[in-house]
């Protein structure tokens, strides 16, 4: 581009700017660098021929003010942390992008207290030794899932790399192609056994196996009969899959381990939300598996963390591999583990203190209590000509688990005027804090089964300063 021979000569200088009133009242909360940072990108800016300069004596002081706003509002945001708070209007309980599970208050606890003070993390305190920091939670998903024995790693994808790195490595995995999963994230079954050095011996079709295909199947060279949940998408019509327990028989016959990997890690009887049953992880090892393995922060509503458990034996092969080393839970992580579990184990109620439950667990008459009064405090904040409307809707549980099955939910729907609906909800989203939320028929879509009573301020205060910029 072709710029004129006095452009410099009207850019001012980053000292003018940084003088101007407005910069220099960012400068006391917000550090020297993000100012400093801001305000030469946008000089360089206008030098590129980037930002329009205006050249009018009579009208630079009034610029300069503008320039040294907007910088002032670019630090303000350079300088906030990078991860942050975001209100969750989706009704996505477990929003993978969003951070999966929320964390009991007695998680919280319990995890900034392990963070604050030493620990006994990897200590026995009754005799000074060494100790494993898997003890810590050991006993409590053995009570809690009836496993012999269990390891924590610090996701679910590490839990299935590591069993079959070390059960497997060099031999024949078996697998139905019906299970034959991708999780999002590029988390693909056939690529993570290469990974893990196994083959995958796949059998029957996409929507059918028999039990016959793995008795076919099972050779010298077998180390696993592999099963994956089918956690995000269903095979539905003529179909026909083989469970834990129809493979029990050949596996004692054969000597072959059954692997489970759920996914989710649902401990409670999801049916009771209205929801279908997912295998729980008791049920899975009292039906057949040798192993399983599950998140910490699906539904079990914990941490991020991986979690095998069952056969004694082969959980002290995991923990003898150097592998575990690289996969090693984190303390925290654990610490939150520990808590959530404790809920399970303690509480008549789980439901009513774990937070992913808790929203899973809402009665649709409540949410649309609370929708009806919150659109009532949202008509004083929007403008004129945005239309609300309560509508019925579906709440989605989210992190691949139960993917063709909603829960009813009142949506709060605004037709937002003059305004595109999509640069609102791209508004909401770059306002602190970040909004998110569906748009659906040019409408904004509201679910509050996932907003904490306490954010519906918050939330009604960013749609009012979108709706009115
Ligand atoms: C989610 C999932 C995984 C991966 O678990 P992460 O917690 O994301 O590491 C693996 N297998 C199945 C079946 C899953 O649903």
């Given amino acids: 581009m072709s710029l004129p021979k ?7 200088s ?3 700017l940084i003088a101007a009133a407005p910069t220099r009242d960012v400068l006391a909360h917000c550090p020297r660098w993000a100012v400093l940072q801001e305000t030469r990108a946008l000089v360089q800016a206008m030098r590129d021929g980037e930002e329009p300069i205006v050249t009018k004596d009579e009208d630079k002081d009034a610029w300069h003010q503008r320039l040294a706003v907007q910088i002032a509002s670019r630090a303000q945001e350079t300088a906030n942390y ?3 708070r975001v209100i969750n209007a989706t009704g996505v309980v477990l ?8 964390l009991a208050p007695a998680a919280i606890e ?5 963070a604050a003070n030493y620990s006994n993390l990897e200590l026995d305190l009754q005799t000074g030794e060494r100790g494993s920091r898997y003890e810590h939670v050991r006993q409590l998903v053995c009570d809690l899932t009836g496993a012999q024995d269990a390891i924590v790693v610090n996701n679910n994808a590490a839990a299935v790399v590591l069993c079959l790195s070390v059960f497997a490595k060099d031999r024949d995995v078996i697998l139905a192609r019906g299970e034959l999963v991708e999780i999002g994230g590029s988390f693909r079954i056939p690529e993570i056994m290469e990974l893990s050095g196994c083959r995958l011996r796949e059998i029957g079709t996409t929507n059918r196996v028999h039990l016959r295909d793995y008795e076919t199947a099972v050779s010298e060279d077998t180390a696993l009969l592999l099963k994956v949940h089918t956690s995000n998408y ?3 019509g003529f179909t026909k899959t083989v469970s834990a327990a129809d493979l029990r028989p050949l596996a004692d016959e054969s000597g072959v381990p059954i692997m489970y990997d759920l996914g989710a890690g649902c401990l409670v009887d999801l049916g009771a939300f209205g929801l279908p049953a997912e295998p729980t992880v008791q049920e899975s090892l009292a039906s057949g598996a040798d192993i399983v393995t599950f998140s910490g922060d699906k539904l079990l509503g914990g941490p991020q963390v991986g979690v095998v458990a069952g056969r004694a034996d082969l959980i002290d092969k995991l923990k003898k591999h150097q592998l ?3 996969f090693r839970v984190d303390k925290l992580c654990l610490a939150a583990l520990e808590a959530t579990l404790r809920i399970y184990r303690d509480t008549q109620a789980p439901s009513t203190e774990i937070p992913c ?4 667990g809402l009665s649709s008459e409540s949410i649309a209590e609370r929708a009806k009064k919150f659109s009532e405090s949202l008509r004083g904040v929007l403008p004129g000509d945005w239309q609300m409307q309560l509508r019925s809707g579906q709440s989605q549980v989210g992190a691949g688990s139960s993917p063709e099955n909603g829960l009813p939910t009142t949506l709060v729907a605004i037709a937002t005027g003059s305004s595109q609906a999509a640069t609102v909800e791209t508004a909401l989203r770059r306002h602190r804090p970040a909004v998110m939320l569906r748009v659906g028929g040019g409408e904004l879509l509201i679910d509050l089964r996932t907003v904490d009573p306490k954010d519906e301020d918050a939330l009604t205060a960013a749609l009012g300063a979108v709706a009115n910029q």
């Fill in 6 to 12: 006095d452009h410099y000569r009207h850019i001012p």
């Fill in 14 to 16: 980053v000292g003018t």
């Fill in 82 to 84: 990078s991860l942050s």
């Fill in 95 to 102: 929003h993978t992008n969003m951070g999966r599970a929320l």
């Fill in 110 to 114: 319990h995890m900034a207290n392990v």
């Fill in 234 to 236: 269903r095979v539905i």
């Fill in 324 to 326: 575990l080393r690289a």
């Fill in 357 to 360: 439950l808790q929203m899973l």
